[in-house]
């Protein structure tokens, strides 16, 4: 199955052959670029190049990149794959482009990502917007459930397609069988931000992938659960309902004209490993994660998320998701504890730290890790803090007030005011708290008194505030 020619053995090739090269980038192998740039990445400057015959073009694949893509299509049962260096932002941006018409309307979970806000203006989209069921037990955002999405294309005639972000950030995912048939039902495409699920389908231990339950593209962070670098993703397409040609000119209109060969041959090697080797890998980060699970279970005051606790949703147990709020901490200052340990945690949200466990949890340094990570539980837990109060409503993400679309918001005359001054009007900017990356806000809604209160209890915690330009929040855009 991973026969075909690889690029990395291009490169490498390349590597060897000692050209000189009269062409970008640069630092030209590595003789231009500064004495700390060369100390940290050595010999690797010396494969950085620009599109080359040698190394194909990922425009117009015609040898290495064309059969990587292929090997991912036939791994992931799809019926065409795009190698996406541009991380899972291009991807989701080029399969609401590449999908659908200007002005249809597509309807969104509200924790969707917030490159869809992007994918929506690019697009010029209409969304219509559910909300997540809410897991109370930890006072976080659960899944959009099927009876939910029927209600809503019962009511709308005119949505042509949903966008379900599962699994989410926390594990939880869908029920994306009944989802499909579902859509396919009112005729509408199902799309799924799949970022967190790259290792989805390879043991009946995890949650099964989209396409395997009926979605019509799909976006995976091949970077994040698989060994590709940073910023490497795949799109993937099943023929039928969503047009292949379109979503690949998308793709192509989006992606860069000078893609790095290392984040390329990266996604390459990463499919061939999920070929060669995608069962016993993603079992081994199964097996990691429970032995993580079992450690923290067994603590008093600490409570980890569970297939049971879960229900009715189904659960990667691979993301390790921890409330803190027995032991009266936040999950920022726990993964402040923590990262005084030498661990740094996924994410952290007002009661939870998120263990994100792959196939490269392995050995002996995971083990030491797992002995510091019990150890400062235990050492939270001294501490003796009285537990936090209740999570209320107003710590739920609030039902949007959509005013204009995201790309009239965009466009529209804007100016900057003061926080403090911005309630009541429509905001000309994203705004969410990353991670995980979900908007509060988006070009186009007004800022209401419940937004204005969930960001200000948000920003209280010390979590990053990301999208708009003023990441502090002191002022805000706003259409004019």
Known sequence: MTEEPSLLEAMERYKKEEVYPFHTPGHKGGRGASPSLRRLL???????????????????????????????????????????????????????????????????????????????????????YVQPGFLASFSLPAQVKAETVAAALAADKKIKGVLVTSPSYYGLAADLRAIAACCHRHG?????????????????????????????????????????LTQASLLLVKKGRADVNRVA???????????????????????????????????????????????????????????????????????????????GYTGPEAAAALRKEKVAVELADRENVLFWVTAGDVGPAFAAAVERIVACFKNLA????????????????????????????????????????????????????YPPGIPVLLPGEKVTGEVAAYCEKHLALGLKVSGPRDASLATLRVIR
């Open 42 to 128: 050595g010999s690797a400057l010396a494969v950085d190049v620009s599109l080359t015959d040698e190394l194909d073009d990922i425009h117009s694949p015609a040898s290495y990149l064309a059969a990587g893509q292929k090997l991912a299509a036939k791994v992931y049962g799809a019926d065409a794959a795009f190698f996406s260096p541009n991380g899972t932002t291009q991807a989701i941006e080029a399969m609401l482009l590449g999908a659908f018409e200007p002005g249809e309307k597509i309807l969104l979970p509200r924790n969707a990502h917030r490159s869809v806000a992007a994918g929506l203006i690019l697009a010029g989209l209409q969304p219509v």
């Open 188 to 228: 509408a495409l199902l799309l799924a931000d799949e970022a967190h699920g790259a290792h989805l389908g390879f043991s009946p231990k995890l949650p099964p992938s989209a396409l395997a339950c009926g979605a019509d593209i799909s976006a995976q962070s091949t970077h994040k659960s698989l060994s590709a």
């Open 249 to 327: 000119a998308a793709m192509s209109l989006l992606g860069t004209t000078s893609p790095n060969y290392y984040l390329l041959a990266s996604l390459d090697e990463a499919v061939r490993q999920a070929a060669q080797k995608g069962r016993a890998m993603a079992e081994a980060a199964v097996e990691a994660a429970e032995s993580l699970r079992q450690s923290l279970a067994a603590l008093p005051g600490v409570k980890v998320l569970t297939k049971e606790a879960a229900a009715p949703f189904a659960l990667d147990v691979t993301k390790v998701t921890v409330n803190c709020a027995a032991l």
């Open 382 to 433: 001294a501490a003796g803090r009285a537990h936090l109060p209740p999570a209320g409503a107003e710590w739920q993400l609030p039902q949007p007030e959509v005013l204009l679309s995201p790309r009239e918001a965009f466009y529209a005359p804007q100016e900057s005011l003061p926080w403090e001054k911005v309630s009541g009007r429509i905001s000309g900017e994203a705004v969410s708290f």
